[in-house]
Structure formats: C-alpha cells, structure tokens
C-alpha cells in the first residue's frame, strides 16, 4: 500500500474512532438536532446542506425539502464536518490537509468521504449493526433491519452492511420498473462500477424473479454493469426491499455465511 494511502486509512480509523467514542457518551442519539446543539451548532432550514463555522457561532444548514431519511442522514453529515474540525484538537484535519496540499480538491473529496461514514456511523451504530448481522448475516435483510430499527434510508442501510463486511461485493437498488437506482462496488477497485440510472433487462434474473416480503432468494447471476458486460456470474442474495424495489448483494459463494447452520451449503 502507498504511504499516502496508509496515512490516509490512518486518519479515517482515528477519526471514526473518535466518532464512536463520542457518540458513545452521548447515548448514541441519533437526532442530529440534538446531536449538534451538544456540540454547540444551531440547525437552520435551507436549500442546501452546509456546516458553518462562523465568529457568530456554529450552524448546520439542512435542505428540508427532501425525504425524512434523506434530511436525516444529510443532517448527520454536517454534524460529521464539525466533529472531523476538532478531531484530535484539529490534528485530523491538517493532517489532512498537509497530506493533499497540492490537490485541495482530493482534501475536500476525502473529508466528504470521511463524513459520510460517519454519519453512517452516527445513525446506525456499530452495536445495532451487529445486531443486524447476527440475526442476517451481511445480506439484503440486514440492511433492511436497519432501515427498520434506526430510519435510515435504503441506500445508507446497504453501505454500511457492505462496507462492514471485509469481502468484494456489489450491491444494486433496482426500481420496479427495472431502472438501477443506486449500486456500489466494494473491494473490487475503481475499475469496476456497476453503474446507475439505466434500464436492466428484462431477462435478467433480478427482474424475472418474484420477491416476497421479508424472504432472501438466492440464485447465481451476471453482475449487471452498466456497460453491457454480463460475464461475471456471482452468488445474488436479494429480496424485496418495499415499494416495488429490489436490493441485491453480489458475492463469492464461498464468502456467504449462514445464519443457521443446519442450511446446507451452496458449494
């Protein structure tokens, strides 16, 4: 791994382990309205999300005109930005800083990633998560019991069980009408999107197949990417995630665990 990358891991681990400390002591609330009048910041209505830090004082802008879950997850991004502003006393930050100096764009894209998990964090902590996945495993239902037990939206739900999994995978939100809403590719490299906004086909097996509420299926599919390639067959685990959407994760089938062990094997 390239130093840079190192130390950039360094900061993400150090700073999300600041986050679960402090929101530990905040009993893990999850109202980003409460969460920053704690750390001094007044939320305010806008048409944009922003963390300000001016000689007036700290403030959270949150555009209130998107979905409850949306404006939820937005506001704990803010949050996010003022927690990583006095990291380790400010240390994180310019360390940050220091580390792109020379491309303050990355600096800002970094710090966006940063909060991001952090507010994932935030909304759905890591003792929830892993109730989650203890009754789920790290599938589709996992992520949808978060959706239940912390209101988070769909989209934040996959992420953070994907991501808390060690083990490439993919996952694909697919409308009822076939159109990929979202997906993310996870341990496989930049050079591997699956894409989104476009039309799966109809053969293909996520849209072919019946989903019933509550039930994971299982089959092997092409990973649909959105370049048209269909060559890589992977384990699917999917099921029907409300509102006519489908959730799928993609794996290795030798990466699927099981909940009960009595359920045979799938190699």
Not at 83 to 96: D, H, K, S, W
Not at 150 to 177: E, N, T, Y
């Amino acid at each position: 791994m390239p130093a840079d990358d190192l130390r950039l891991n360094q900061i993400r681990d150090a700073f999300l382990r600041e986050v679960e400390r402090w929101h530990a002591s905040h009993e893990f609330i999850s109202d980003y309205v409460e969460l920053a009048a704690r750390i001094g910041a007044t939320v305010v209505p806008g048409r944009s999300n922003q963390a300000i830090t001016a000689r007036e004082g700290r403030f959270i802008v949150v555009d209130e005109r998107t979905a409850l879950n949306r404006s939820r997850s937005s506001g704990l991004h803010e949050v996010a930005h003022h927690l990583f502003e006095e990291a380790a006393e400010g240390e994180l930050r310019a360390q940050l800083r220091d580390l792109l100096y020379d491309a303050p764009g990355a600096a800002h894209q970094y710090e966006e990633e940063l909060c991001d998990a952090a507010a994932a964090l935030l909304l759905m902590p890591t003792h929830v998560l892993q109730q989650a996945v203890t009754a789920h495993t790290h599938s589709p239902l996992a992520a949808l019991f978060l959706v239940e037990h912390c209101g988070a939206s769909i989209q934040a739900a996959a992420r953070r069980v994907v991501w808390h999994h060690d083990v490439p995978s993919f996952f694909v939100l697919l409308k009822a009408d076939g159109t990929v809403v979202d997906s993310v590719s996870h341990g496989h490299g930049a050079a591997y999107p699956v894409g989104r906004h476009f039309m799966l086909e109809r053969e293909h097996p996520l849209r072919a197949a019946a989903f019933v509420s509550g039930k994971l299926e299982e089959f092997d599919a092409a990973v649909p990417f959105k370049g048209g390639s269909r060559r890589w067959i992977l384990r699917v685990r999917a099921c029907n995630a409300g509102n006519g959407r489908v959730l799928a994760f993609f794996n290795q089938a030798r990466h699927l665990t099981r909940v009960d062990p009595r359920q045979p094997s799938l190699f």
